[in-house]
């Protein structure tokens, strides 16, 4: 006796699934790094730890409004407002350039103090640490241009095309959000704990 069990999925599960997956290595990633530099700042008689340049906190600021923003364009989405969707992509993208521009920003005002990656083990770890997140808020940038690119495209009432597009703009969103979580936990990392 054979028996057909049919299994359905949503529409779009599989982005949402992708984004777990890649956040739990990256949740492995930055939790070996914390604990090399936890480790390596309590057993160090060379460790300086540096005063955070002024240009991180308004970084901070520009990535925890892209956050928010982000949730506008979803919630647009959600109302079938196409166009403030779009607007609110953008918006989002433009937060998350400028706080990648205070990181570059940070980074030369740190130079010009003579703090370069290999001046001292907490340099090092500075600019390991806001490297490695700017490159995956990089990843992140490119799939907001995607959802950007896509949201230009002709709209469709079909169940299965809103579906999908609504499952694609919540995987984002939740990739970009712990970009946004995880740049907190660094910075309180990188100048609490010291």
């Not at 103090?113 to 500075?126: H, R, V, W």
């Amino acid at each position: 006796m054979n028996v057909a069990i049919k299994t359905e999925r949503l529409p779009g599960s599989s982005y949402r699934i992708g984004v777990w997956v890649s956040l739990a290595s990256m949740a492995m990633l930055f939790t070996s790094l914390s604990s090399a530099y936890i480790v390596r700042s309590a057993s160090s008689f060379d460790w300086i730890p540096l005063r955070a340049p002024r240009v991180m906190f308004a970084g901070t600021a520009c990535i925890l409004l892209s956050s928010v923003a982000l949730e506008f364009a979803r919630r647009r989405l959600k109302e079938s407002f196409h166009e403030a969707y779009a607007r609110y992509l953008l918006l989002t993208a433009l937060l998350g350039v400028a706080f990648l521009t205070s990181q570059l920003l940070a980074w030369r005002q740190l130079a010009r103090q003579g703090i370069y990656l290999a001046t001292n083990p907490y340099g090092s770890f500075f600019y390991l640490l806001t490297a490695a997140h700017g490159v995956h808020l990089l990843g992140g940038l490119l799939a907001l241009g995607f959802l950007w690119l896509r949201s230009r495209r002709q709209q469709s009432d079909d169940p299965d095309f809103v579906a999908r597009r609504q499952a694609r703009a919540d995987a984002v969103a939740i990739y970009w959000h712990f970009m946004d979580g995880l740049w907190i936990y660094l910075f309180l990392l990188l100048f609490l704990w010291r």
